[in-house]
Structure formats: C-alpha cells, structure tokens
C-alpha cells in the first residue's frame, strides 16, 4: 500500500487566493481526518469523516475553511480566501478501528501564505 | 474535557544513553494510546499503540512504553538512543468506545549528542 498520499507538498500563495489541498486516504479505511500543526498550537485536529461523512467540524477555524470527501478514496480541504495567518503544515490522516490499526498519516501539506 | 500532557518541550541525550519521554492523559475511561515520532520534514509515523492486554507494549526502532492506569501514564522508553532517534515525539489519546477523534500532546523535541 503506498500510504496516504497529499498533495501538494509544498504550496505558496497570495493573501486571498483560493487553495486546496488534497487528501487519498489507504483503501478500506473508513475514516478521514485532517490535522493542522503550527509551532504555537501544536497538531490540531480540524475535522474528521467516518465513512464519507463530517462527524465533526468544530476545529475548522472559520468559515473560509471547508471540507469535503466525495468518495471513499479522496478528500479536499479548500480554504477561502487565504490569509497568511493560515501559513502551516497540514496533514491527512486515514484509520479503520475494525484493524485497530491506529491513524496513518501523510506526509503533509506545507502551506505558506504572503 | 479530554487532554494529552507532555511535560517535557525538550530533552537532550547522549548516544547511548537510556531514553524515557513521559505522557500523562485525562480521561474519564480506558484509552486508546499512541505513541508518534516525526522527524523534520516528515508526517508522523507509529511507533506502538496500546488497546489493552499486556500494559508493557513494545514498538518499532526499539522502544516500548509502559501502560499505568493508577498514574494515568504512557511513558516511552528506549534503553539505548541512536543519533538517528533525534526527532519529535508525540503521546496521543482516543477514548475507547467513543470519538474516533485522536488528541494529541505539544510534543517532546529530542536531541542527541554524539
């Protein structure tokens, strides 16, 4: 299995500029989440789906964040309009609970904002 | 409220020397624990995880951690670092039976001295 795989990697962008960032989960997991770390908080968690579903969006900061996972094998998480205050490193993370097999997580999303 | 404490920001061992990384966790009931490392750069990969049975579980790249109910704790533990060992370590928290969330503490920085 190659992972859960994020693109892009790296992503720099203008103050208002619309970015997204992209999330494949391992097949057969269920479970979708997407993290956001930054030297002052730590890892956040922003949200999370359980079978293509948001179970939980209360850490989205605000509304010019969103997320959607359309199917099984691909997430988004877009923000509108960026703002350098967004500059982090975001991750996706992927999980079944019927393998216990813990949270696999990408290699992340490092995002700057100017 | 849930919480993941890492006391430690910072620990600086020599090569060879004993390692141990302490957690401590706040929850109402028996959790689910990780313990992550991320080095520069990197997404955070598994190290061990404890679901129940045996309290001393043992991990990748030769560490283990040690279960303690009574002390609410996950310490992680390595008999002997490897330079290679230098990196960032995370203790991470879910509750059994409820939230697939993943709480995870601010990390403990390692560095290893030759």
């Known amino acids: 299995d190659a992972g859960v795989i994020q693109s892009p990697r790296h992503e720099v962008t203008e103050m208002g500029q619309e970015v997204t960032l992209r999330c494949k989960p391992i097949?057969?997991?269920?479970?979708l989440f997407w993290y956001r770390q930054t030297m002052m908080r730590g890892l956040e968690l922003l949200i999370y789906?359980?079978?293509?579903?948001?179970?939980?969006d209360s850490g989205m900061p605000e509304d010019r964040f969103s997320a959607k996972m359309p199917n099984a094998s691909f997430s988004t998480l877009k923000i509108q309009p960026s703002e350098p205050r967004d500059s982090a490193v975001y991750f996706c993370?992927?999980?079944?609970?019927?393998?216990?097999?813990?949270?696999?997580f990408g290699s992340g999303t490092r995002l700057t904002v100017v | 409220a849930q919480s993941v404490t890492q006391p430690d920001i910072h620990i600086t061992v020599s090569e060879g020397a004993s390692l141990e990384l302490r957690c401590n966790y706040s929850?109402?009931?028996?959790?689910?624990l990780f313990w992550y490392v991320q080095s520069p750069g990197q997404g955070l990969q598994l190290l061990l995880k404890?679901?129940?049975?045996?309290?001393l579980v043992q991990g990748i790249k030769g560490f283990e951690a040690e279960f303690k109910r009574s002390q609410s704790s996950f310490n992680l533990r390595k008999p002997s670092v490897h330079w290679s060992d230098a990196a960032e370590y995370f203790c991470?928290?879910?509750?059994?039976?409820?939230?697939?969330?993943?709480?995870f503490g601010k990390g403990t920085k390692l560095t290893v001295n030759p």
């Open positions: 929850y109402g009931a028996t959790p689910y």
């Open positions: 993370a992927s999980t079944s609970w019927t393998h216990a097999s813990g949270y696999t």
């Open positions: 991470a928290v879910n509750q059994q039976g409820g939230s697939e969330k993943l709480v």
């Open positions: 404890y679901f129940s049975g045996d309290t």
């Open positions: 789906f359980n079978n293509n579903v948001p179970i939980d």
């Open positions: 097949s057969g997991h269920n479970s």
